[in-house]
């Protein structure tokens, strides 16, 4: 029971923490420096604006997705080994989703480009990622014990 809690809350806190953040740029936040820019951006698409040709459906598939996945990570058992991860990744996989139904797109404010180009991402991006980084480093070096046993 308690690891349910720990995903729940780590995942409530991160869609809040994003929101927040989203919330301040689209009331007009900006801020320029040579190597990293704070500005909105609206992605219509999903990484890299990949899929932004689908449209308004692309939101219902994502949701979709989104539902499967909870359920599957609920159903396996997934939850209870990767409470605070999973909580991070849907938190920001949530609140991504939620981006697109209330605004243009996902918002997006954090944009590297000294050097190179990357893409803009946000709060939400960077939970998802640490959350997959997490779950696959803990796999990878789970399997790497069982080998070496």
Known sequence: ????AVFFLVLVGTLVID????????????WQSPCIS???????????SMFAFLGSYLKWLQALLIAGIIA???????????????????????????????????VDYIYWHCWFDYPVFNYADIAVII???????????????????
């Open 19 to 30: 929101q927040g953040i989203k919330e301040i740029f689209v009331l007009g936040y900006d």
């Open 1 to 4: 029971m308690r690891l349910l």
């Open 72 to 106: 599957y990570l609920f159903w396996s058992g997934f939850v209870k080994r990767y409470a605070f991860a999973l909580g991070l990744l849907l938190g920001g996989a949530i609140s991504n989703l939620y981006d697109r139904f209330t605004q243009e797109g996902v």
């Open 38 to 48: 704070l500005e909105l951006h609206y992605n219509k698409g999903v990484a890299f």
């Open 131 to 149: 959350g997959v980084a997490w779950i696959a480093l803990a796999e990878f070096f789970s399997n790497t014990k069982e080998t070496l046993a």
